[in-house]
């Protein structure tokens, strides 16, 4: 009866918590919600648009302030981007950069203003710095946010590396960063079909070059477990089990969607393109064990190809 009693106790402090979703109304943010809803959270959106419970710009300090005044929240989670479409060249990463870096800083300054004792944010793989790692299997012991090989590599990790830092560092806050492979499933796959069905959207042959994917399903579940049983000052990484190269993921969703196969062209060709070949010319792969230990998450699509079946089947 006492063990019963206990595992109640601590159920209930996983429901019914209310939450700042910060990007509430971005790709992943509406998986977010959604995932957090039927978890039994109550969750308001914060952002410029309309579609927000709370409007405002995280780069706006006062303004972000004032809007979040009278408010009180159990936990604060950080989805926020500038990415209304894959960013191509490094200038599309720039106002996401400013997110990571002076809107974290704002945010956490937020989440202490409405009492919150939680912050999640998001993180990604990349974190672990562009460029060939080769076969090592990357751990949350690896190095994160290394110095970038050229000015703007470092503008990219050092975004990565001050998010994280500042939401360790933040002062009567536990917080959790989930550090996700590359996005792809309902909302965020859709924009690359008509590129393909224009023949728009040229890859490379990826010769043994791997990333980590994360179907935007199994990642909104994670940030439920992060929220729910994140260890405070721990990072996770979130990816499923078979990584694909940039390449090979592409032709896998023009395959599935029965879309003509996209040109290869050679890797320095994609040059012009500057984030995008920053990113097809990486080799990343990563543990997800920790999270499989302590947040309990394991992906529910093991691989690109069967998210795509499942995101197929629904269309």
Do not use: C
Request: charged letters at 20%; a positive charge.
């Amino acid at each position: 009866m006492t063990t019963n009693t206990n595992q109640d106790r601590h159920q209930q402090r996983h429901e019914n918590q209310s939450i700042l979703l910060a990007g509430a109304s971005g790709v992943l943010g509406t998986h977010v919600t959604r995932a957090l809803t039927e978890a039994g959270h109550k969750v308001t959106g914060l952002g410029r648009g309309p579609a927000n419970g709370i409007r405002a710009d995280l780069l706006d300090r006062e303004a972000l302030l004032r809007a979040v005044d009278g408010h009180s929240f159990d936990v604060v989670v950080h989805a926020a981007t500038s990415l209304s479409r894959p960013p191509l060249r490094h200038r599309d990463m720039h106002a996401t950069d400013a997110l990571r870096t002076e809107g974290t800083a704002h945010l956490i300054e937020a989440a202490r203003a409405t009492g919150a004792r939680r912050f999640v944010a998001e993180s990604m793989v990349f974190g672990y710095g562009y460029g060939d790692h080769g076969e090592h299997v990357l751990t949350e012991e690896d190095t994160f946010g290394p110095p970038g090989r050229t000015a703007e590599l470092e503008r990219h990790l050092a975004g990565m590396r001050v998010k994280e830092q500042l939401t360790f560092a933040a002062a009567g806050l536990d917080g959790v960063a989930l550090r996700f492979g590359a996005f792809y499933g309902p909302g965020g796959t859709d924009a690359l079909l008509p590129l393909l069905r224009g023949r728009k959207l040229p890859v490379p042959r990826d010769h043994g070059r791997v990333l980590p994917w994360v179907e935007l399903t199994d990642a909104a579940r994670a940030v439920v477990a992060a929220v729910e049983r994140g260890r405070p000052g721990r990072a996770y990484n979130i990816a499923d089990d078979t990584p694909l190269g940039f390449g090979g993921h592409v032709r896998a969703v023009a395959e599935r969607f029965g879309l003509p196969q996209p040109m290869t062209v050679p890797l320095w060709l994609m040059k012009p393109m500057s984030y995008a070949h920053a990113v097809m010319s990486s080799t990343l792969r990563v543990s997800t064990a920790a999270a499989r230990r302590e947040l309990d998450w394991t992906p529910s699509f093991p691989s690109t190809r069967d998210g795509l079946a499942a995101m197929a089947a629904r269309t």
